[in-house]
T-cell receptor, first 115, second 112 residues
């Protein structure tokens, strides 16, 4: 079974609008971490935001926020006030304690910001 | 800002050649990782290391090998490159196993 599922292969958003990128995960570990990375066309992976399984509040980092719904096992990324530079691939990842803290990545969502 | 470097950034090579992809970081991180990523696809862990003289294979079977003789250096070697090895290879490091991983710029390998 897939540990990380991203069901949106591609998304479009108007500049200055907000967009939500979906991510669901599968684990039975009580302790795990959820991450979002951005990958521009240049190929590097840029860390955006982190949510721990025990964190009570949703993580926020500038224009990025993580909508963490533990019971639904979802960790959606919300980007507010989209900018043209936000156009990139976005990957959701999970660190799972029981597998030696390895990272598992989703298949990614390609976001295009339209001027 | 992460200080993790990979060379070369791009490599085109013929079948059967031996190649080494370099990865180095200046952050003093014990944990280092190699991922393989086909275009538009997810990352797959192929090797990781939790410190000097420690290396482990990841989930994705790979014909490559790694070494960790120095904390800052984690090279990946293919003894005999094949077209099926064509992919992007990303190196990463982290301070602790449960911290975010910092990635290098990647090496895009094409084997003809």
């Amino acid at each position: 079974a897939q540990k990380i599922t991203q069901t949106q292969p591609g998304m479009f958003v108007q500049e200055k609008e907000a967009v939500t990128l979906d991510c669901t995960y599968d684990t039975s570990d009580p302790s795990y971490g959820l991450f979002w990375y951005k990958q521009p066309s240049s190929g590097e992976m840029i860390f955006l935001i982190y949510q721990g399984s025990y964190d009570q509040q949703n993580a926020t980092e500038g224009r990025y926020s993580l909508n963490f719904q533990k019971a639904r096992k979802s960790a959606n990324l919300v980007i507010s006030a989209s900018q043209l530079g936000d156009s990139a691939m976005y990957f959701c990842a999970m660190r799972e304690t029981s597998t030696g803290n390895q990272f598992y990545f989703g298949t990614g969502t390609s976001l295009t910001v339209i001027p | 800002e992460a200080d993790i470097y990979q060379t070369p950034r791009y490599l085109v090579i013929g079948t059967g050649k031996k190649i080494t992809l370099e990865c180095s970081q200046t952050m003093g991180h014990d944990k280092m990782y190699w991922y393989q990523q086909d275009p538009g696809m997810e990352l797959h862990l192929i090797h990781y290391s939790y410190g000097v003289n420690s290396t482990e294979k990841g989930d994705l079977s790979s014909e490559s090998t790694v070494s960790r003789i120095r904390t800052e250096h984690f090279p990946l070697t293919l003894e005999s490159a094949r077209p099926s090895h064509t992919s992007q290879y990303l190196c990463a490091s982290s301070e602790w196993v449960d911290n975010e991983q910092f990635f290098g710029p990647g090496t895009r390998l094409t084997v003809l």
